[in-house]
DNA sequence: TATTCACAGGATTTGGAGAACATCTTTTTT
DNA sequence: AAAAAAGATGTTCTCCAAATCCTGTGAATA
């Protein structure tokens, strides 16, 4: 469904925001070692989601990632998926066909477009807040 | 969402299907020529497919691929899916977890199980014949 | 029965995403 | 100002899906 990298992206952004409502900033190893990630990659996952301002990094002794509070609950995972994966989940061919729309239409369109309207639904009714209830009382999981 | 091989599947399959409504046998070359897909790669699929008995194969001098007519509005699309990417996409977990399940879910897990539902369902429910329909009276396309 | 056509299937190569490594830059602390 | 902590960036390595190659086998037909 989603690249590694998107997965990576939700979970580290997910885990800063759990870590942001208590104050905490937290440093890359940390995110990488709760999201079980390799370190070297999640850098460069974060750098992307620094850069568009989905979270914010902090450089220098005792740096590190953290979002603002008053961001938590209007991130939403259509954000951080169009950051990192850009916009061919909703756009993309069920087949793979360049050139599939209205017009010239593939044998599945409608039938996945349907599908993929409500996956775009879901994703931007979602916010980075509804991920960090679950994961607070213990009802979530980022590992295994 | 699907792999590449399972795209060439389902449109190989729905192009055969097309050619067998007419009573033809189509060669390997011309599948892949009407699907706009590499040769060798195709033969591959089409030999998943044979083996697993969603279409059947003639060797031989004018021989190739073929449906049998009682079957074109039998097989469904899920099978497909099946024979060439197994079931990872109805289980998979969205955010990458090899455990997630409703016994330890991750935080998308049941907002992502209503699409995948939602994406069984249609793939149950959409048949071969279906896909015909439209590339009968060039409403739709395979190519581009 | 020899030839040719066409699929079967094992072995191999290629390309790109994912992962790891090394180095440079910035910021904080002392 | 120097050292330490941490992010930024470029390069390389690895692995698997995607694609190809080559040889084997079966069927038609002359």
Redesign the pocket.
Same mark, same amino acid.
């Given at each position: 469904m989603f /690249?590694? /990298?998107c997965e990576?992206g939700i979970k580290a952004t997910a885990y800063i925001a759990v870590q942001a409502k208590n104050s905490n900033r937290v440093?890359?190893?940390e995110i990488a070692k709760a999201i079980d990630?390799? $370190? @070297?990659?999640t @850098?460069?996952i974060?750098?992307q989601l *620094?850069r568009t301002g989905i979270i914010d990094? $902090?450089? #220098? *002794?005792? #740096? #590190?990632?953290e979002i603002r509070h008053s961001q938590i609950n209007k991130i939403k995972l259509s954000q951080i998926v169009s950051a990192i994966d850009g916009d061919n989940i909703y756009k993309g061919c069920g087949l793979g066909l360049n050139a599939c729309n209205a017009k010239k239409p593939c044998p599945v369109h409608y039938k996945f477009q349907k599908i993929r309207d409500e996956l775009k639904d879901m994703l931007e009714s979602t916010t980075v807040e509804d991920l960090t209830l679950g994961l607070k009382n213990g009802h979530t999981y980022l590992k295994r």
């Open positions: /690249s590694k /990298s990576y440093s890359l190893k990630s390799p $370190v @070297a990659f @850098a460069k974060l750098q *620094a990094s $902090v450089q #220098g *002794a005792s #740096g #590190g990632f």
